[in-house]
């Protein structure tokens, strides 16, 4: 029998029914105002809280990707107006702060042109944003999604670890087809994994381009994979609120041909709390970060149909070395005032942030609007 925490999910499967999609109860174990992980704010960042990010490890991923960012608001800021650093999904804000420090030490020529805004969907997390930059002298705005559309800007938007948090579906191939993967409330109010309705025919072709045979191809009856419905409308809307500029997702990810591989089956959705990850998606309701890795072969397709144009991907690990991690962390080395607790402790984050088994396995996915150079070739050109 269910306990009391599952309750809340037991009643809202009710109303739905007794089944719902798997994005549906995964868009609730987040996204949920009173019990989703984010959207109750009881998600917890950091070594001592339920995963750790980067920015919770210290400043080294807002320094070095501020000398990718620089060159692009110098080229913005060639044409008058305001200029905009966006980030989607900004968790605790730390960041967002790192970043403002960052540009408040380097002080650029149209630094007073600059405004952060920050977009995030759960009121209590907006909160701890507004602390955590409530010394920013950088204006810091929180619109809705519908604001930057209706008043689109210039500048940058930085995902950092969102789009592994918007809800996928879970597929499965039955009988030949690909059918989605429902929840279902049991008789006895536990929560059961149940073949549903084959998949429409757009999801079909969606997977069919990412080399997802219709018929399964190889695949054996019963193997089950994700993908995200929501990527579309996401980048839509983005894009939609970017008059000009470009935009950076950070995630752990894969190609199409690595994430549905065959071999791979049941997918890379896993669950988060207190640094244990949990196969167990669906155990205790709303305290677990639910978390898929991104698809880039589905972005980099997005990305022409949604008024993008793809710039392409790179590893963490690679992006941050391109941008000088190596000579920061020889830097550790040369005699100076720092104490050595300090430097041991940047020595570890560089080495956390590059290392392929751990953040420097993230993708950097870079995308503009069209008419403007790739981040990458505009650094080389004016760094
Ligand atoms: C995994 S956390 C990443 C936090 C932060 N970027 C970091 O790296 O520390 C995901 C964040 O995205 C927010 N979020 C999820 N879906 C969102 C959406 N559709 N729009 C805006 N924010 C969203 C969550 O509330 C949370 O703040």
């Not at 070095?64 to 905009?84: H, M, N, Y």
């Not at 944003?129 to 409530?134: A, P, S």
């Not at 499965?172 to 087809?177: A, T």
């Not at 420097?360 to 996915?365: C, D, K």
């Amino acid at each position: 029998m269910a306990d009391n925490s599952e309750l809340w999910l037991q009643q809202l499967l009710t109303q739905h029914g007794g089944r719902a999609s798997f994005a549906v109860v995964m868009d609730w174990l987040l996204n949920d105002s009173q019990h989703g992980f984010y959207g109750s704010g009881r998600c917890c960042f950091g070594p001592r809280g339920d995963f750790v990010t980067a920015p919770s490890l210290g400043s080294g991923l807002a320094d070095l990707l501020l000398k990718q960012l620089i060159p692009c608001f110098d080229l913005l800021s060639e044409q008058p107006g305001k200029l905009s650093l966006i980030e989607w999904g900004p968790g605790n804000g730390l960041l967002a702060l790192q970043l403002v420090e960052a540009l408040l030490a380097l002080s650029p020529p149209w630094l007073a042109r600059l405004e952060i805004l920050l977009l995030e969907s759960s009121a209590p997390l907006r909160m701890v944003q507004q602390e955590t930059l409530k010394n920013s002298t950088i204006p810091c705005y929180w619109p809705e999604p519908d604001e930057l559309v209706n008043e689109p800007r210039r500048g940058i938007v930085l995902a950092h670890e969102l789009l592994d948090a918007l809800p996928v579906e879970r597929f499965v191939l039955f009988q030949g087809n690909w059918h989605g993967l429902d929840v279902v409330l049991s008789s006895k109010g536990e929560f059961e994994w149940q073949t549903g309705r084959p998949l429409a025919a757009k999801s079909v072709e969606q997977l069919a381009a990412m080399g997802l045979e219709t018929n399964g191809g190889n695949r054996p009856e019963g193997w089950c994979s994700e993908w995200c419905p929501s990527l579309e409308p996401w980048l839509q809307q983005v894009r939609q609120g970017l008059q000009q500029g470009w935009l950076l997702t950070i995630d752990y990810g894969h190609p199409a041909k690595r994430y549905y591989a065959p071999t791979r089956d049941g997918g890379t959705l896993l669950a988060y709390r207190a640094q244990i990850a949990s196969p167990e998606l669906l155990a205790e309701p709303g305290s677990w970060d639910i978390t898929a890795h991104v698809c880039n072969t589905l972005v980099e397709q997005l990305a022409t149909t949604t008024g993008w144009c793809w710039q392409g991907a790179e590893l963490q690990g690679e992006a941050l070395l391109r941008l000088g991690l190596a000579q920061l962390w020889s830097e550790l080395s040369t005699p100076g005032n720092a104490p050595i607790s300090w430097r041991l402790a940047r020595r570890e984050e560089y080495q956390r942030l590059v290392d392929p088994y751990q953040l420097g396995g993230f993708w950097w996915l870079q995308l503009c609007t069209p008419g403007l150079p790739g981040m990458v070739p505009l650094l080389s050109v004016t760094g």
